[in-house]
């Protein structure tokens, strides 16, 4: 049997392989995951490549850790690319470890996590990306074309570990940064290093809540001052304690004063725990899609239909509670069908603001058949990451996939106007890589993100050749203005620092 890591050259030299194949025949060349984007950033018209099959990992060992990190060898593990978070999980588990955060479900790829941002809502931990502490690339098909990047502030393996997988290494904060939300576009990610840490639970508490209340702790994080308390989640004094996860669940178009509110506390981990999945299996509260979807079942399929009865429905009441691992609270996507997902990130001191700015717009000029969500993120330090307020309120529009009619406005109509109206409300604005959006509308990058946008292709344009910045190009990365080649590049810019 050949060994992990003779395995894992053997890809790598099959993929230089296929990158070679597609730069003859001049085509284009992405890879993908699990493809749960819904914008089209996993596309290619030429060729594309499914990852989910490459997914070996690596434990790290003390002797392979730099002689400058501040990192722990036993959280770090190396991860191949097509691993999907329940994998990785599992890889986790078994050595009494778990992932930082993950999105609600668990069947991303960990490459497809990074390259589009994917997040949850824990307050404090960022997203997916932000645990990501090294980046194996292929981004040509010559030998110095496997690289090894790590940030030079916060290194973590020595170059030793990169030369068992002929990688040249690069650590450079600017250059890491800008590979970590890469839309798929900085060469192939053939493997990451993923911190994790000492397996945790989560207690998971779902209540209908005072919308004020859910709105003023979404704007101010501020869970020590204000009258909603969970019955032992208090610190000494009774004042409330900041949890690991908030998420809040609005339907637009009823108005009963309550939202309902998610939140989840860390615990020490403890061997003996009731089973969660009574509770996680018929929570209807774990996702803005499965909660629709489940809405919608209780309807005839015409959307006009359920659209009517979604003026009527009031989000169920609950009051649920769960207790389980990371791993096993963010379980199994329960939804596979046709569905929509457009998410604009904000600054959390503007969400209240946003959201009735798109509640508003929904009930004008909609109706469409979704509910909204709103959930948490940590600034992240990834160049390109739609978490760049200080902490980002995601806010979320999911439902089920409609047809445009007389009635009825179209997505591609609504999506565009969703940006519309932000902007004439002057409320800065990011959206998720991997959602619906109107991905077309004039400027869209230059307005999310200003000089970032160019940092951002300076460091892919010093990294690849043209040849293969084109290769690694879709339809996406043109119609938003990312593909081009920067040309005044600082000669030092991706040095090894
Ligand atoms: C049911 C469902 C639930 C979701 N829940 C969440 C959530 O909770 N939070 C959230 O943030 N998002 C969520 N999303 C969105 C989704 O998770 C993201 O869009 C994510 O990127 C999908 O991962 P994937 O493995 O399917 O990647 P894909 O969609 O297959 O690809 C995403 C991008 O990664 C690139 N890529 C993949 N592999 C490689 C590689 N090896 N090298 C270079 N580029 C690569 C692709 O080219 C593409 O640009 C959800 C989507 C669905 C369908």
Known sequence: MPSTVDCYNDAALEMQRLIKEALDNNHGFRAYGSRWSMSSIAHNKDRMHYNAYMNLSFPILPQDMHSNTGYNSTN?????????????????????????????????????????????????????????????????PNPEDIVYLERHTKPALNNAFAHKFNARVIRNDGLFNAALVSLGSFGFIHGVVVEGEDLYLLKRYVRKIDKNVALKLSETMDFKNTDFKIEGETDVNGKGNTPYHYKVFINPYIDDGKYVVELMY??????????????????????????????????????????????????????????????????????????????????????????????????????????????????????????????TCMIEIDGVLWKKSKKLIGLEEFSKRMIE????????????????????????????????????????????????????????????????NESDIPEDLIVSL
């Open 266 to 391: 860390k615990k020490p981990y403890q061997s003996s725990y009731p089973d969660p999945f009574t509770t996680i299996d018929k929570s209807l509260y774990r996702d803005v899609i499965h909660l629709l979807i489940q809405i919608s079942r209780k309807f005839p399929k015409s959307i006009p239909w359920f659209i009517k009865k979604l003026q009527k429905q009031i989000l169920p009441d609950v009051n649920e509670e769960s207790l389980g691992t990371l791993y096993e609270t963010f379980w199994d996507a329960p939804y596979k069908g046709p569905a929509f997902a457009c998410s604009f990130g904000v600054d959390v001191k503007d969400c209240a603001r946003t959201l009735e700015v798109l509640v508003d717009l929904t009930k004008k000029e909609g109706p469409i058949p979704g509910i909204y969500a709103m959930r948490f993120i940590k600034k992240s330090e990834a160049t390109l990451s739609f978490a760049k307020f200080s902490t």
């Open 76 to 140: 770090l593990y190396f991860f191949q690319c097509g691993n999907t978070v329940k994998e990785i999980s599992q890889v986790f588990e078994k050595n009494g470890k778990s992932l930082k955060v993950s999105g609600a479900s668990n069947g991303q790829t960990i490459a497809g996590c990074i390259s589009t941002g994917v997040h949850g809502s824990a307050l404090n931990e960022g997203s997916v990306q932000d645990h990501v502490v090294g980046i194996n690339l292929i981004i040509g």
């Open 421 to 484: 109206v932000l902007q004439q409300n002057n409320i800065p604005f990011t959206i998720h890589w991997g959602k619906n959006s109107s991905w077309d509308f004039p400027d869209l990058v230059a307005c999310m993100y200003g000089d970032k946008a160019k940092e951002w292709k300076s460091y892919r344009s010093a990294l690849l050749s043209k040849e293969m910045q084109t290769l690694f190009s879709n339809d996406f990365l043109e119609h938003i203005g990312l593909s081009e």
